[in-house]
């Protein structure tokens, strides 16, 4: 079946609750417990729903399990965006949102956020295993003992920008951030009048309007011939959102970074946009001991793995709705992970490297969304602290 990339934005008008792998019953409250952005795999099927609704109304159908299985098979998810923008604006470049990466620091009375550059390691670490290889990873060394403070999870495309080209980022006083509320479902007996306790529960939603702007969702999807509704459903108690078109230009990589990369950087690093499914969880793919060193390819070129910034995996879950049964749990690195890397022939890399790797995609299930990255510059320094 012939498919067109098309470029959207779900714009949620009543929130969104995307459940988390837990079950109802983690906790003796009923709670359900809400992932603070939906994944990928979760916009994909609100994709293959919006779809697949409108065809059953244009045909004046109802698909089977086997329908929806079968005919919303050929709808991929490509990049994908976190976007905000001021109320009744149309959508800019500069409304893009990115995670915060893990090199970014914030520390106490500080008026710059810290950038946490790796050096080589003086000494080895405690583990559960020995492999030598990653045990010469570089380390982040802060330049002092200031205290750490916690980080946002949000960064304007301003802030992103200036990060990955090198540049200086101010503490801004009211971090960008989303609310969230807990919303209480209770069931009435008609023929009582009391309570029902089999449908009192309560779960998580995550406001997207709020005075001074909304949030949305932007994606590139392949999806077949056919009118698509103008109102989605999304997340687990499926919430309406309406379906406008993006322009292209929100996915292109900024002129600042391709310009910080013609300035030469022998160094190169690379912040996952996405959650990333690894064959070997933090590890690349396609990156193996090679004379002490972990080597592989990015953007046709040979290069040598010398830092990851990985906090712990996130488990990735979910409900397949035609098949009415759970999809199986991956582990999967977290958006904000940092890899540092830098080319086998000791040359630069340059802007034509940087719009190659600009929201490619790494991993496996990339036609589900995931495992996307973008590049920043890198200057490796090796003095040992």
Known sequence: MTTTTTRLALVPRDGFFAKDG??????????????????????????????GRGEETRSNTTFTPDDWRSRTQPIHLGRTLVLRREHGAAWRVEDATWPVPLDALWLEGRQEVHRLDPVKPIAPTLGRDDDEVRESLWRPVPDDAQKPLAAPRWWSTEEFVSWLAGKSVSVRREALTTTRRVQVHVGIRPEELTS????????????????????????????????????????????????????????????????????????????ATSPISFEKGWLPDGFVN?????????????????????????????????????K???RMVPPGAVYFFERTDGQPFGDAEAKAL????????????????????????????
Not at 23 to 39: N, Q
Not at 196 to 209: K, M, P
Not at 370 to 385: A, I, M, S
């Open 22 to 51: 837990r079950g109802w019953h983690t906790s003796a409250s009923g709670r359900g417990h809400g992932l603070d952005w939906p994944w990928p795999s979760t916009v994909l099927g609100a994709l293959r729903s919006l779809w």
């Open 196 to 271: 029902d306790d089999g449908v009192l529960f309560s779960h998580d939603v995550v406001e997207t309007l709020d005075p001074g702007g909304e949030w949305a969702l932007g994606v590139e999807v392949a999806l077949p011939a056919g009118e698509l509704p103008k109102v989605a459903t999304l997340g687990s108690d499926s919430r309406l959102s309406r379906v406008e078109p993006l322009p292209t230009t929100l996915f292109d990589p900024p002129a600042r970074v391709l310009e910080a990369f013609r300035a030469s950087s022998v160094g190169l690093r690379l912040v």
């Open 290 to 326: 090679t004379n002490g060193e972990y080597r592989g390819r990015l953007a046709g070129l040979n290069v040598v793995l010398r830092a990851a910034f990985v906090p712990r995996p996130i488990h990735v879950s979910g409900w397949d709705m035609a098949k009415g049964e759970p």
């Open 328 to 330: 199986p749990t991956s």
């Open 358 to 385: 600009w929201l490619t995609a790494l991993g496996t299930r990339t036609d589900e969304g995931f495992g996307r990255v973008v590049p920043g510059v890198w200057r490796p320094t090796r003095n040992n602290p």
